[in-house]
């Protein structure tokens, strides 16, 4: 998952297209959260190598993604309650959490009352 935010990151500061990750099934439910906020224009499944295509969209050459940053680490996981899931940035980008109903954004947490693991945000 580091390896997802920091390729995501550093192609967006280069202003790269497309962007070549390790396809695990965690990676695979991260970029269809971000496909599905308009984070990520297109996903593709690279048949030779078991990898995922990520194309990152922009508007007016700048990217939509200009901040992507992991909260919970492996040495310190960061759990919150329902009530309690913070909002980043004013409802501007999207906090990702790992819960019972798999991985889902801060707004959909909230929407069904359940907490989890704060994975990290996107903005």
Do not use: W
Not at 35 to 51: A, V
Not at 81 to 93: E, R, Y
């Amino acid at each position: 998952m580091s390896d997802l935010f920091t390729s995501l990151r550093n192609a967006s500061l280069i202003r790269r297209q497309t962007v070549t990750v390790p396809k695990i099934k965690i990676n695979q439910k991260i970029a269809n959260v971000l496909f599905r906020h308009g984070f990520i224009d297109k996903i593709q499944n690279s048949s030779e190598k078991n990898c995922l295509i990520l194309t990152l969209k922009y508007k007016k050459d700048q990217p939509l993604i200009t901040q992507i940053r992991r909260l919970s680490r492996r040495g310190c996981r960061v759990y919150v309650p329902s009530h309690q899931i913070p909002q980043f940035c004013g409802k501007l980008g999207i906090i990702l959490m790992s819960t019972s109903c798999g991985i889902i954004t801060d707004r959909e947490a909230r929407k069904f009352s359940i907490g989890g693991e704060l994975l990290g945000f996107v903005s």
